[in-house]
């Protein structure tokens, strides 16, 4: 029969139907004969060996392409049988791990989950983590400033947003705000973002939502990575990357550099003594910059080593440094931040896909003045006022907070219908600020433990229920529970989600004790150690259609915040008014707050090489102690892209057209004026030609225009802006990646 087998032939090339590029790794076999399959070559071919001649049912499958099946008559001899395979109308189904802590696939995962992948942060190639995902979600907004980026989820902001790196509580930041730019977008795999209360699963924080950002493993044996931008205004970034993976050892060692110029929207200002004298002009000319230059670079280290099948350990140290320099005449100073993370993980794997996990964190974050002129600096304290002479390359160490984070969780499958998470947590944060705090020192303790259900009620409907309990040294314990439901109905996933949200007051609302000139008045600012913790109730419906070659659905939600901490104008104390203050504010739970809304989004594939895709966002934030609206909100955002695609042969181009839109912005101003910031839209053209003719190495060319149509808000500086984006800019980078060796198992 064997020898019978080999005269007998069937062989034959598989491609694109569309582009008819060759496809290597198909799978090809004939279903009625066992042991009687292969896959394509590198050149597309295939050959099997059927055991005799006949009619039978050739198949043939690929990962984004429809599977094909065909009758075939096999005679003796060769038999030469061309396949083209048509490629998948839908979307790869991803895995998420942000909405329940647990892995899913996107489309099973009880909450609703967002997904910013790897192709879409190289398809969008926008100059910060910013661009990519205001770019992508219609939902997320942020607000720039010189100091940082206010993110927003649906009305609400940093504040209330958490961000998480690996799962991980990203903290940290420049101008109180996470600094995004010490991640690299070239070092993303995908980004998951969860709307509304997370507190159950992430602790405090997590009112408005959850960004998760989780970076590349790579998995073949050697992998070496180049990615070079650059555009105008001195926009540099490069990123470099080296993994290894030999046996039971991980080792990914990367580089990140990123520079700016800055640039001006307008040299003018508003004359804060127009309003006492309106002979003098209304505007004055400034050296200051709504985006100044900086420079900055990260390094990081991680090793992965398995012990055993069972036991894994996981390593992560990383060191950030960046300098924001501000114009001379402008602001007689610089600002240095300096970080420093080291991480331990360990996991475990138990029977029937349970383990346990621990991981142990640690940040030392330093932010510094740095002054490279000669300047006589002025401090206030709660009982003294200090003059101090700096001398040009003098440092003076504004904060350094130190955070600790240990967590521990265990995954349990009870049944086939119960998955159990389990786990405990512990942080401290310890800030030191001298001049900037009541106390030299200051600290603030969290232990929480949490327990959540995921329960298969049927085969349609799952349910998913938690709760944390956690308690704080300074405002107590409090429970945060949590209640999700998915029901699928044919083409349609329903999801309803609530949850009960929670936030501590930072140590900066507690004894914040600064002086800062704003809107032409030195004001004193004040922390307050009697707030109460934040809280909310998050309620959403959204429902899902996926179909052949649409996807499309929206989240409905409402989000009422309770206590929510603001300032409050005080009386000015005597000695403080002859030090110049002319008013104080003080941190106090004066407001409630309530963001509704609406999310819609949806995909498109109108052919094989176009696919549309878009959303927009209707948000109603309201302060409801003031009546009035939340500042910085837009009410309407939207996001559309056009993406093309061509492949030839090995080596692929993409053609991407996509714009942001944004209403306009409220804001009341320190002196309880009332301003808004303006409407705009942006549009960008990108290109990305995928070139791979190398057999261990792979180049990626990009360039685009940002900005199209060149809008600049010129509004005067100290303008609440609208977008600090300088008009259209052009930019341009490569990608070079060799890999050597097949993936690891």
């Excluded at 060996?49 to 499958?61: E, I």
Aim: aromatic share 12%; glycine share 6%.
């Amino acid at each position: 029969m064997t020898t019978y087998a080999q005269n007998i032939i069937l062989e034959g090339n598989v491609s694109c139907s569309g582009t008819q590029e060759v496809l290597p790794f198909a799978n090809v076999y004939i279903d009625s004969l066992y042991n009687t399959a292969t896959i394509t070559k590198k050149d597309g071919s295939y050959k099997l060996h059927p055991s005799s001649t006949g009619t039978y049912n050739l198949c043939v499958s690929h990962i984004g392409y429809e599977k094909f099946c065909t009758t075939v008559h096999v005679n003796k001899g060769i038999n030469h049988i061309d396949i083209t395979l048509s490629p998948s109308s839908y979307k790869m189904n991803p895995i998420v791990v942000t909405g329940t802590g647990t892995q899913h696939r996107v489309d099973d995962v009880p909450v609703q989950t967002e997904i910013i992948t790897q192709k879409d942060i190289q398809e969008i190639a926008g100059r910060n983590m910013e661009d990519i995902i205001s770019g992508i979600s219609s939902s997320v907004d942020f607000t720039s400033s010189s100091m940082g980026t206010n993110i927003k989820i649906n009305g609400l902001g940093a504040d209330y947003v958490l961000i998480l790196l690996n799962g991980k509580r990203l903290t940290g930041g420049v101008g109180g705000y996470t600094d995004l730019s010490r991640i690299s977008t070239d070092d993303i795999e995908q980004i998951e973002i969860v709307k509304g209360a997370s507190s159950t699963l992430y602790g405090s924080d997590a009112i408005a939502g959850v960004i998760n950002i989780i970076t590349k493993k790579e998995k073949k044996k050697t992998t070496i990575s180049n990615n070079t931008r650059m555009g105008e205004y001195g926009d540099f970034k490069q990123f470099n990357a080296f993994s290894y993976n030999k046996g039971a050892l991980s080792s990914k060692t990367t580089f990140s550099y990123q520079q700016i110029d800055g640039w001006q929207l307008n040299n003018m200002k508003y004359n804060p003594s127009w309003e006492s004298n309106h002979n003098l002009p209304f505007l004055v000319r400034t050296y200051d910059k709504p985006v100044n230059k900086s420079r900055g670079y990260t390094i990081t280290q991680n090793f992965d080593y398995h012990f055993s099948k069972k036991l894994q350990i996981h390593t992560h140290a990383s060191w950030y440094e960046k300098t924001l320099y501000f114009p001379f005449k402008g602001r007689m100073h610089n600002y240095y931040y300096n970080n420093q993370n080291a991480a331990l993980g360990v996991y475990y794997k138990l029977k029937n896909k349970n383990y346990m996990e621990l991981n142990i964190d640690y940040g030392n974050y330093l932010y510094y003045n740095e002054y490279p002129y000669k300047y006589n600096e002025t401090y206030i304290t709660n009982d003294d006022l200090i003059k101090v002479t700096y001398y040009p390359g003098d440092r003076f160490r504004n904060s350094a907070q130190r955070i600790i984070n240990a967590q521990f969780k265990t995954v349990v499958h009870m049944n086939s219908k119960n998955k159990l998470s389990m786990g405990a947590e512990l942080m401290s944060d310890k800030l030191e600020a001298k001049y900037r705090l009541t106390k030299p020192t200051v600290s603030a303790h969290t232990a929480s433990i949490y327990c959540q259900d995921e329960i298969k009620l049927t085969k349609k409907t799952v349910l998913v229920a938690g709760l944390r309990l956690l308690s704080h040294n300074i405002t107590g314990t409090s429970a945060t529970p949590k209640v999700s439901a998915m029901y699928k109905q044919s083409k349609i996933t329903h999801r309803v989600n609530y949850a009960y949200g929670f936030k501590s007051p930072t140590l900066k609302e507690l004894y914040y004790y600064y002086k800062s000139e704003r809107m032409g008045a030195l004001r004193l600012y004040l922390g307050n150690e009697e707030l109460k913790p934040q809280r909310s109730h998050y309620l959403s419906y959204a429902p899902e259609i996926k179909l052949k070659t649409i996807t499309t659905g929206f989240n409905v939600y409402h989000n009422r915040i309770y206590d929510k901490i603001d300032f409050e104008i005080i009386p000015t104390e005597y000695e403080h008014a002859r030090q110049g203050i002319e008013e104080t504010k003080m941190r106090y739970n004066i407001d409630n707050a309530r963001t509704l809304g609406i999310d819609y989004y949806f995909s498109y594939r109108i052919s094989h090489p176009i696919s549309l895709q878009g959303g927009y966002s209707y948000v109603d934030a309201k302060n409801m102690t003031e009546n009035i609206p939340l500042n910085g909100v837009s009410k309407h955002s939207a996001t559309l892209k056009v993406s093309w695609n061509k492949k030839c042969l090995k080596n692929k181009l993409n053609l991407l057209i996509s714009g942001v839109y944004k209403s306009e912005k409220f804001y009341l101003e320190e002196d309880l004026t009332k301003s808004y910031a303006k409407p705009y839209q942006l549009w960008k053209l990108t290109a990305n030609y995928e070139y791979k003719q190398f057999k261990n190495m792979d180049i990626t060319l990009t360039s685009g225009i940002d900005n199209i149509f060149n809008y600049v808000d010129d509004s005067p500086y100290g303008s609440h802006y609208g977008t600090l984006n300088p008009g259209r800019t052009l930019y341009a980078g490569i990608k070079i990646q060799f890999a050597k060796e097949k993936q690891t198992n």
